[in-house]
């Protein structure tokens, strides 16, 4: 069963920047895409990024421009930078992998504060 460990969340100002982490149990080569969700209070899951194993990079209209996501194959772990943040990219983030099956973290809170 692969897992997959979020870190990085936090408390942040408007403006600030946070990077999550997420470690997987298997070698991400194992997966054709990666990526994060995020989940607001009351509000459905969003697709945020996704990265594939060849480095094709997708980012939902809402973070173009002030978030990244970037793989290192041999730690096995994907990143989100995210700078410019803002008080509506509150939420809990949600690392995802996609090979046969389609795996989830556990999540990580994110605040942002206005």
């Known amino acids: 069963q692969v897992q997959l460990v979020e870190s990085g969340g936090g408390l942040v100002q408007a403006g600030g920047s946070l990077r999550l982490s997420c470690a997987a149990s298997a070698s991400i080569f194992s997966f054709n895409l990666m990526g994060w969700y995020r989940q607001a209070p009351g509000k459905q899951r969003q697709l945020v990024t996704t990265?594939?194993?060849?480095?094709?990079?997708n980012y939902a209209d809402s973070v173009k421009g002030r978030f990244t996501i970037s793989r290192d194959n041999a730690k096995n772990t994907v990143y989100l930078q995210m700078n410019s943040l803002k008080p509506e990219d509150t939420a809990v983030y949600y690392c995802?992998?996609?090979?046969?099956?389609?795996?989830w973290g556990q999540g990580t809170q994110v605040t942002v504060s206005s």
């Open positions: 990265i594939t194993s060849g480095g094709s990079t």
């Open positions: 995802t992998a996609r090979s046969s099956y389609f795996y």
